[in-house]
T-cell receptor
Framework: QQQVKQSPQSLIVQKGGISIINCAYENTAFDYFPWYQQFPGKGPALLIAIRPDVSEKKEGRFTISFNKSAKQFSLHIMDSQPGDSATYFCAARDFNKFYFGSGTKLNVKP | KAGVTQTPRYLIKTRGQQVTLSCSPISGHRSVSWYQQTPGQGLQFLFEYFSETQRNKGNFPGRFSGRQFSNSRSEMNVSTLELGDSALYLC?????????????FGPGTRLTVL
């Protein structure tokens, strides 16, 4: 059973556009929600993370929106660039275990 | 500071064989977690070690095992390999288990089982 459900599976965005990736969860014990970016041939790298007591966190062009009551969180990439083309994973932590979404392959067209 | 290193980067084995993968965490990090990444199942947690003790284990069969040494380096072993074990195996290190610290991932070991 997938603990964290991620959508869409793939996303095509024009350069300068906004990329939005969504995740949903059921386990209310999750206490930390990171997003990872993975380029081909590389391991995932932490992009931005949020705790459930915060509704929004922004770092540069990347923003996490968190809706605790709906058990949903999303990643917004503003002014998307071709260099953002990668696979993005949301994750959630319960104690020391991390559960990952299935990934979204983002393609930003020039 | 050197990142997480994993060796070997690529491995080809046949069914029934055994394999050992190695992970060296970032200096000073005591927690090492292992993940299996496949196109179908995504990233799945295998186990986590902290100070040479396994603290958490995912839902994988007993053929998957690991250990951590006093210098925090970790090894993962898979016995009696099956075709379905073909995957990218990632390890991640963090400075404190359970802390809200980011996990730093290594580049992974690509295992192919023929």
């Amino acid at each position: 059973q997938q603990q964290v459900k991620q959508s869409p599976q793939s996303l095509i965005v024009q350069k300068g556009g906004i990329s939005i990736i969504n995740c949903a969860y059921e386990n209310t014990a999750f206490d930390y929600f990171p997003w990872y970016q993975q380029f081909p041939g590389k391991g995932p790298a932490l992009l931005i993370a949020i705790r459930p007591d915060v509704s929004e966190k922004k770092e540069g062009r990347f923003t996490i929106s968190f809706n605790k009551s709906a058990k949903q969180f999303s990643l917004h990439i503003m002014d998307s660039q071709p260099g953002d083309s990668a696979t993005y994973f949301c994750a959630a932590r319960d104690f020391n275990k991390f559960y990952f979404g299935s990934g979204t392959k983002l393609n930003v067209k020039p | 500071k050197a990142g997480v290193t994993q060796t070997p980067r690529y491995l080809i084995k046949t069914r029934g064989q055994q394999v050992t993968l190695s992970c060296s965490p970032i200096s000073g990090h005591r927690s090492v977690s292992w993940y299996q990444q496949t196109p179908g199942q995504g990233l799945q947690f295998l186990f986590e070690y902290f100070s040479e003790t396994q603290r958490n284990k995912g839902n994988f069969p007993g053929r998957f095992s690991g250990r951590q040494f006093s210098n925090s380096r970790s090894e993962m072993n898979v016995s009696t390999l099956e075709l379905g074990d073909s995957a990218l195996y990632l390890c991640a290190s963090s400075s404190l288990a359970g802390a809200v610290n980011e996990q730093f991932f290594g580049p992974g070991t690509r295992l192919t089982v023929l």
